[in-house]
C-alpha cells in the first residue's frame, strides 16, 4: 500500500539482531493521513510492522502509567516492588469503584464480610490450592508453623460458612469480600497496574442449592451488564471446560458444565448475543464462564469470571439442613463424602466483575484517556475567582459543594482567569465569573 503522507509521532534507530551487518534503521510510528478521521496506527518500517489502537482525536494510545504520574494519582517504588502507592487523587478514584460496588451489593442482597490475610498451610491443602498456588504464595515460619499470605478469599468464605449451622432456609447466601490480596508475581511480570502482587477484587462467593443455580447465574448477569453499561464496555463470552489437571470426579464437571451451558443458552437468547467454548481452560476445581470485555480502543480485557465449583464444598464438608429433614435414611448409593442425611451440599459460586481494582483501574484510564466521567473523577470541579477580591466568596462555593461531597478545588493564585482556565484541563467543571465551562 502506498502511503502518501503520515503523522509522525515518533522515531528512534534499531539495529534488528537477524541482520549480519551493523546497519541502523530508522523506526517511524505514525498514523496515515489518508481520508478524514482518525485511521489505524501503523509502524512504517520494512523490517516489521506492528498494529496500535488510536485515541478518539488520533493521538498515541494512551497510557495508564503516564496519565497515573501526570494526575498524580499513583506511583510505584523500589522498596516494594510490585505494591502501589496510592495518591489521594488516585484514592479517590479507587474508592468511587469500591463505593459503586457496594452500593449494588446493598440492592442485590450482598453481605460483605472481612477475613484475615494470614492463614496457616493446612488451609490451602484443605481447600486443594496448595499444590497448585504454592510456588505463587508469600510463606513464612512462626512458632514453628508456617503461614501464607492469601491469594484468593475461597478458602476463608467456606469457613465463614461452616461456622454455623445453615439451612435451606438461609439460601442463596451471598458473600462479599475487598479483602488485600497477595501474590509472588515474578519480577519480569510485573506491568504498571496490570499485573501487581499487592492487589484487592470484587470477589463474591455464593453458596446455593442446586435447583438456585440458574437463577443466581443469571442474577450476576444483570449485575455483570449494569457494571460495564456504567463504562461502555462490550464483552464476549466464553464456557471454560474440565482442564487436564482437576479435582473431583468426571460426574460432578460434566453437571458442573451443563449448568454453565444451560445459563449461557438462556442469557444468549434473551440478548441475541453468542458465546465461545474454550475446551481445557477451566480452573483445576470447576468449570467457568470468561467475560472479556472490550473498552474503547477495541482492545480485549479479561476480567470478570463465573466459576461453578463442586469440589471446595466436599473438601471442607459443608453441609445445610434440607427442607426434608432426615430423608433418604437408606440411600444406598451414598459414598464416604456424602453428608449425612437430611443434610446436602452448597453448590458454590465463584464471582468476578471488576476482577482486580488495580487492573480495572489502569483498563479505565486508558478506555477514558484520562478524562473521567465525573462521578468517577478525581477533580470534579474547579472554582476559578477573577481576582483575589473573590477569594473568600470562592471558598465559600467551596464549601457548598463540599458538602454535598464534591471533589472541589479553589485557584486562588494570581494567574488571568484564562490561565486559570488553561491549567484545570482535568477538571470536569470550572466555575469563574459567575458562569460554568464543561470541559
Not at 439460601?171 to 484487592?200: C, K, W, Y
Not at 477484587?201 to 455483570?224: K, L, Y
Not at 461502555?232 to 474440565?242: I, M
Request: glycine fraction near 6%; charge should be neutral; charged fraction near 25%.
Amino acid at each position: 500500500m502506498e502511503i502518501p503522507s503520515f503523522r509522525v509521532f515518533s522515531t528512534c534507530s534499531r539495529r534488528p539482531r537477524f541482520l549480519q551487518t551493523n546497519r541502523i534503521c530508522r523506526q517511524f510510528v505514525g498514523n496515515p493521513d489518508i481520508g478524514r478521521g482518525p485511521k489505524p496506527l501503523v509502524q512504517v518500517n520494512r523490517i516489521s510492522r506492528y498494529p496500535y489502537s488510536t485515541t478518539l482525536d488520533g493521538d498515541t494510545p494512551a497510557n495508564h502509567r503516564r496519565i497515573g504520574i501526570d494526575q498524580k494519582l499513583f506511583f510505584f517504588d523500589e522498596s516494594s516492588p510490585g505494591s502501589c502507592f496510592f495518591l489521594p487523587h488516585g484514592t479517590r478514584i479507587y474508592n468511587a469503584l469500591l463505593d459503586m460496588l457496594k452500593s449494588e451489593y446493598r440492592k442485590r442482597n450482598y453481605e460483605e464480610v472481612i477475613t484475615p490475610n494470614i492463614f496457616k498451610t493446612d488451609l490451602w491443602k484443605t481447600s486443594g490450592h496448595w499444590s497448585y498456588y504454592e510456588d505463587s504464595m508469600f510463606t513464612f515460619e512462626a512458632e514453628k508453623e508456617k503461614f501464607g499470605l492469601k491469594p484468593m478469599n475461597c478458602p476463608a468464605h467456606c469457613k465463614i460458612f461452616a461456622h454455623r449451622k445453615l439451612s435451606y432456609n438461609d439460601l442463596p447466601m451471598r458473600i462479599a469480600d475487598f479483602g488485600v490480596l497477595h501474590r509472588n508475581e515474578v519480577s519480569g511480570a510485573l506491568t504498571g497496574l496490570t499485573r501487581v502482587r499487592r492487589f484487592q477484587q470484587d470477589d463474591a462467593h455464593i453458596f446455593c442449592t442446586q435447583e438456585q443455580v440458574g437463577d443466581e447465574i443469571e442474577s450476576i448477569f444483570d449485575f455483570m451488564s449494569y457494571v460495564y453499561g456504567l463504562f461502555e464496555f462490550t464483552f464476549k463470552l466464553k464456557l471454560s471446560t474440565r482442564p487436564d489437571k482437576f479435582l473431583g470426579g468426571i460426574e460432578a464437571w460434566t453437571k458442573a458444565e451443563l449448568e454453565l451451558k444451560t445459563a449461557l443458552n438462556s442469557f444468549a437468547k434473551k440478548t441475541g448475543s453468542n458465546w465461545e467454548k474454550a475446551q481445557g481452560e477451566g480452573a483445576f476445581y470447576g468449570p467457568k464462564i470468561d467475560i472479556t470485555m472490550v473498552d474503547a480502543l477495541h482492545r480485549e480485557h479479561q476480567c470478570g469470571t463465573i466459576q461453578l465449583d463442586f469440589q471446595m464444598p466436599e473438601n471442607f464438608d459443608l453441609r445445610f439442613v434440607t427442607s426434608e429433614y432426615a430423608s433418604n435414611p437408606k440411600n444406598e448409593n451414598k459414598t464416604q463424602s456424602d453428608p449425612s442425611p437430611g443434610y446436602a451440599r452448597p453448590v458454590m459460586i465463584h464471582r468476578a466483575i471488576f476482577g482486580s481494582f488495580e487492573r480495572m483501574f489502569a483498563i479505565l484510564a486508558e478506555h477514558f484517556a484520562g478524562k473521567w466521567p465525573f462521578w468517577l473523577s478525581p477533580r470534579q470541579i474547579l472554582v476559578a475567582p477573577v481576582s483575589s477580591s473573590a477569594n473568600d466568596y470562592a471558598l465559600e462555593v467551596q464549601k457548598l459543594f463540599k458538602d454535598k461531597l464534591f471533589h472541589v478545588d479553589v485557584d486562588t493564585s494570581n494567574n488571568t482567569l484564562r490561565w486559570k482556565i488553561h491549567n484545570g484541563g482535568d477538571y470536569n467543571f470550572i466555575l469563574g465569573n459567575l458562569t460554568s465551562i464543561y470541559l
